[in-house]
């Protein structure tokens, strides 16, 4: 009997966890419980972490798990090393669905950084309008920033108000359009966007926008993840797994 686990939280995990149930093939998801209102799934759901490497490992034990599937974040590099580790430790055949990053393109104005703490220090200088479009995790160190006026997109709206003296709160759930984008764009006179290389289409919007309003992109480029099997669609790791 097979047992497959997905990392989630991408939209690609949710396309994935769709192919397993219509396959009837037992499957959990799980979220790291960092959105409140995730969408319905038609597999069974966890939420929460696992407690590391070896608590994944227990619980791919425990559950008798027959093939884990990372289908995390590109930024979620503690969870994919700790999948990688534990995959390890328990035998499990682990493949990660990924999405190929975004390349810049003719008439793209993107600035490289390397990680947060530097996309910060790429803000310095005078007053602009600038869009974080990073989640909300790591809102707390544009503090640093504070001259500028912040618009903010989140998926749930914060519990406290984020430490930036000058912000907007827009509320919303992608898949997003270039349409839309333009629009909101337009509508705050953004500047300048901070954002990370999450590949995919569902957040590239604001990107295709940005490049035709001549708004320049601070790209944070993505974090070092160890070697593993990886595919970018759902049908082939549905092959994997009838493998």
């Not at 919303?172 to 270039?178: H, I, L, V």
Request: charged share 20%; net charge positive; aromatic share 4%.
């Amino acid at each position: 009997m097979r047992h497959v686990l997905v990392l989630g939280g991408t939209t690609e995990a949710s396309a994935l966890a769709r192919a397993l149930a219509e396959a009837e093939i037992p499957a959990t998801l799980s979220y790291a419980g960092r959105v409140e209102r995730p969408r319905a799934q038609p597999v069974a759901v966890r939420t929460g972490g696992f407690g590391g490497a070896e608590g994944l490992a227990a619980w791919l034990r425990a559950h008798a798990v027959t093939h884990l599937v990372d289908a995390t974040h590109p930024f979620a590099a503690t969870i994919s090393a700790n999948a990688i580790a534990a995959a390890e430790a328990t035998g499990t055949p682990l493949i990660a669905l990924t999405r190929p990053p975004w390349q810049a393109g003719r008439g793209d104005r993107w600035q490289h950084v390397p990680d947060i703490a530097a996309a910060v220090a790429a803000l310095d200088g005078p007053p602009q309008r600038v869009m974080l479009a990073i989640g909300r995790q790591h809102l707390a160190a544009f503090a640093a920033q504070p001259q500028h006026h912040y618009l903010l997109r989140l998926v749930d709206r914060p519990h406290e108000p984020p430490p930036l003296p000058h912000h907007e709160l827009v509320i919303d759930r992608g898949p997003f359009t270039e349409a839309a984008d333009t629009m909101l764009l337009r509508l705050h006179k953004t500047e300048r966007i901070v954002a990370r290389n999450a590949g995919g289409s569902g957040a590239r919007a604001k990107l295709d926008a940005a490049r035709a309003l001549r708004v320049g992109v601070v790209m944070i480029d993505r974090p070092a993840i160890p070697p593993r099997p990886e595919a970018q669609a759902v049908a082939s790791v549905m092959d994997w797994i009838a493998r």
